[in-house]
């Protein structure tokens, strides 16, 4: 039997951690929120507070988890999120070459992207 490969990804992603976002697509459509995650293999990104799902929990006592059913994020398939700018309009992402750094640029206004450290 021959062995399964992973499929190869061909398109960039574009979004980076912290990067602000909306949801154009899904049950959560217009629903804002901060990236916490990118999964680059999968295409996908874990929105803060979008979503939510829950999961039942086993008690872990040695960690300090309490049983029950616990709220998380599920990830959001890349294609269905877009950027917000600085002036909070979305926008798909460009980018531009300054001297030997690479600056990402919102193409709905033409302004940088500003690079959020955390």
């Given at each position: 039997?021959?062995?399964k490969?992973?499929?190869?990804?061909?398109?960039k992603?574009?979004i980076?951690r912290?990067d602000?976002?909306e949801?154009?697509?899904?049950?959560?459509?217009?629903?804002?929120?901060?990236?916490l995650r990118?999964i680059?293999?999968?295409?996908?990104?874990?929105?803060e507070h979008v979503?939510m799902?829950?999961k039942?929990?086993?008690?872990?006592p040695?960690?300090?988890i309490?049983?029950?059913i616990?709220?998380?994020?599920?990830?959001?398939?890349?294609?269905?999120?877009?950027?917000?700018?600085?002036?909070?309009?979305?926008?798909?992402?460009?980018a531009r070459v300054?001297?030997?750094?690479?600056?990402?640029?919102?193409?709905?206004s033409?302004?940088?992207?500003?690079e959020?450290?955390?």
């Amino acid at each position: 039997m021959p062995k399964k490969h992973k499929p190869i990804v061909k398109s960039k992603i574009k979004i980076k951690r912290n990067d602000q976002v909306e949801i154009i697509a899904g049950k959560d459509k217009g629903k804002r929120g901060r990236v916490l995650r990118v999964i680059a293999d999968k295409q996908r990104v874990l929105v803060e507070h979008v979503g939510m799902i829950k999961k039942h929990v086993k008690p872990n006592p040695q960690r300090n988890i309490k049983g029950g059913i616990a709220e998380q994020e599920s990830p959001v398939h890349i294609s269905n999120v877009m950027l917000v700018d600085a002036e909070g309009n979305k926008t798909r992402v460009g980018a531009r070459v300054d001297g030997d750094k690479r600056v990402r640029i919102s193409r709905a206004s033409g302004n940088d992207i500003p690079e959020k450290k955390k």
